[in-house]
């Protein structure tokens, strides 16, 4: 049996969630703990730990914590880039392996304008505990991202790309926390599905796979790894298909699933692997079903023509998702697909 290697990098995202799901008080969508620090170094102190209005990114940190003071340029950026617009980012230090008050003010002293974001100093450590013990967080520096409401909707390492990403969205109000709630619950399915496959359980790993898309039917990863084992060369190869052809039936009349199962399946680089029809048919049900489709929809159904040859539909349909996209950079991306495809016409012109 081949079973690739590779399945360790592709996890390797999601492994970054399942870390710290053990023994969870504090989740992803839960209150967020009140912030009543008892001292503010620098910045303006949130009377009473209040943050309503605010979109707040605290770091758990410490003096004595290199990889906390490598990230201070980093905060810094953030507040800088987003202050003006209701971010507030904290430092949050506590007593513990000889910290203190006076430490961590001659600290921010000697930083001086390097630390451009606001310092708290919580002295019996209670908030933080509530914090860091609340989501099973083990070492510093961590952080965690409160929206306006006063909700959490983010916690990991502060430097870590995906946390720039959800900061833009908190900020412009565009952020769902509704999907992120899923993602949580489904991190412990996803560590199972991991552990079941190195072990070569495909019993156990089909049973992760159903009851994490019973939670999210349109989960990009869980979906994606269907289709990894089914590419992987392993005796249930073919069970991962049907599967998905079951998924597809179950969930014929939602767009979000169809479009998750075309562009999996789009993404299988082996020939001999490849379901034309499938992906064509959850492209095409993706498609019609949308009112209106987006632009990634109609380039997904663009590319399920262009597989079975249809490069005249699929040039057509490319340039109704040039269109259709707002951002320069998924034009220009549109765009040299749709050259692509306009040059394999010129070809079959050219052979005929």
């Known amino acids: 049996m081949k079973f690739r290697t590779g399945w360790g990098a592709f996890v390797a995202g999601f492994l970054v969630i399942t870390a710290s799901v ?3 008080s504090l989740k992803i969508g839960s209150k967020a703990p009140p912030l009543n620090f008892s001292d503010w170094i620098k910045g303006d102190a949130l009377e009473k730990g209040k943050t309503a209005g605010k979109v707040v990114f605290m770091e ?8 906390c003071i490598q990230s201070i340029p980093h ?9 003006k617009d209701g971010l507030v980012v904290i430092g949050a230090a506590s007593p513990g392996r000889g910290e203190s008050l ?3 003010k001659r600290f921010i002293k000697q930083r001086g304008a390097a630390i451009a974001y606001t310092i708290a100093w919580d002295k019996t450590g209670d908030v933080t505990d509530a914090y860091m013990r609340g989501v099973g967080a083990m070492g510093i520096p961590y952080a965690f991202l409160i929206d306006r409401d006063g909700t959490l909707v983010w916690h990991g390492h502060p430097s870590d790309p995906a946390a720039d990403l959800v900061i833009a969205d908190v900020v412009a ?4 926390v509704d999907s992120a709630v899923r993602r949580e619950k489904i991190a412990p399915m996803f560590a199972r599905m991991r552990l079941t496959a190195s072990r070569e359980d495909w019993g156990g790993f089909k049973s992760a796979v159903e009851e994490a898309l019973k939670l999210d039917p349109s989960n990009n990863d869980v979906l994606g790894a269907l289709v990894y084992v089914y590419m992987s060369d392993t005796p249930v190869s073919d069970d991962m298909i049907n599967m998905i052809e079951q998924h597809a039936r179950d969930n014929g009349d939602r767009t979000d699933v169809q479009f998750a199962i075309a562009r999996s399946l789009l993404g299988i680089p082996e020939l001999d692997k490849r379901r034309p029809g499938l992906a064509l048919q959850a492209a095409a049900k993706a498609y019609r079903s949308a009112t209106p489709p987006g632009f990634q929809i109609i380039a997904a159904y663009a590319r399920a023509m262009f597989e079975i040859g249809m490069v005249d539909k699929a040039i057509e349909l490319q340039k109704s998702a040039v269109e259709s996209a707002n951002g320069d950079a998924d034009k220009t991306g549109l765009k040299s697909v749709l050259d692509y495809y306009k040059a394999c016409k010129d070809l079959q012109a050219e052979s005929s």
């Not at 758990?60 to 990889?67: K, L």
């Not at 905060?75 to 202050?83: C, H, P, S, V």
Request: charged share 10%.
């Open 60 to 67: 758990c940190w410490a003096t004595w914590c290199g990889p």
């Open 75 to 83: 905060l810094t950026g953030l507040q800088q880039k987003y202050g």
């Open 102 to 104: 006076s430490k961590v």
């Open 173 to 176: 109000g565009t952020y769902d």
């Open 22 to 24: 053990h023994a969870q």
